[in-house]
């Protein structure tokens, strides 16, 4: 099951109303045995770097989240089915909407957001400038959790459930944040940005450029 669920406002009626149109792609996949690698890795990933942002979600310094630009979960064995995952996602939300914006490659960046009992992401953005292009998340848990997106003009939020194998693909402008987790295990979800060859060339640093996997 895959759909892609269209945004856009109805036809102005001054030239200061808001004019928008944007997508949102529901799909399903099929997830391993990622999500005990990915707690194994906690730890040793949050102590071999740096804390520098948690990218304003609200997740701290104490977080894999805020390691997300430090480490690439797709340089995992374990996470094949994941790159698969993400590509073929990405692939049928550009055939969907229009087979000429097919990108040959795209190059990602991935992390893994651990959520503990009374832990929630805040509302955040990933990209926001004109080399805006998509994000993601992929949940592991089937959790009683609700992701929401906040429309930017009119505030209102579309509202998700958080199932195991369900992703999502959205415009990386669209700011989105959780419900707080209240169970006594852990919530996990694997997140990504994806970014076209254009700005990969153009809008990357050349000191990141091996960060990121191409698929």
């Known amino acids: 099951m895959s759909q892609v669920i269209q945004f856009e406002n109805e036809e102005p009626k001054t030239i200061f109303a808001p004019t928008y149109k944007f997508y949102v792609y529901e799909g399903e996949v099929k997830v391993k045995d990622i999500r005990d690698t990915i707690l194994s890795k906690e730890q040793d990933i949050i102590n071999a ?3 520098k942002s948690d990218w304003n979600t609200g997740l701290g310094e104490s977080s894999m989240t805020s390691r997300s630009n430090s480490y690439n979960l797709l340089d995992w064995d374990e996470a094949d089915h994941i790159k698969d ?10 055939t969907t909407l229009d087979p000429n914006l097919w990108e040959d490659k795209i190059y990602v960046q991935c992390w893994a957001n651990v ?6 992401i805040k509302q955040h953005q990933h990209w926001n400038s004109k080399y805006t292009y998509l994000g993601g998340h ?4 089937d959790y009683d959790t609700n992701t929401y997106y906040v429309n930017p003009y009119t505030r209102k939020t579309f509202d998700t459930k958080n199932i195991k194998g ?8 669209l700011e989105h944040y959780t419900d707080t987790y209240e ?12 970014i076209t060859q254009t700005v990969y060339d153009e809008d990357v ?11």
Not at 115 to 120: I, P, S, T, V
Not at 166 to 173: I, K
């Open 166 to 173: 369900r992703v999502y693909l959205f415009p990386n402008w």
């Open 205 to 215: 640093f050349d000191n990141m450029k091996d960060h990121w996997v191409q698929l």
């Open 115 to 120: 959520l503990r009992k009374g832990q929630a």
């Open 183 to 194: 169970g006594d295990d852990v919530r996990v979800t694997i997140a990504f940005d994806i």
């Open 138 to 141: 992929i949940c592991l848990d």
């Open 85 to 94: 995952a993400i590509r073929n996602s990405h692939d049928n939300l550009i």
């Open 49 to 51: 770097h740096e804390y």
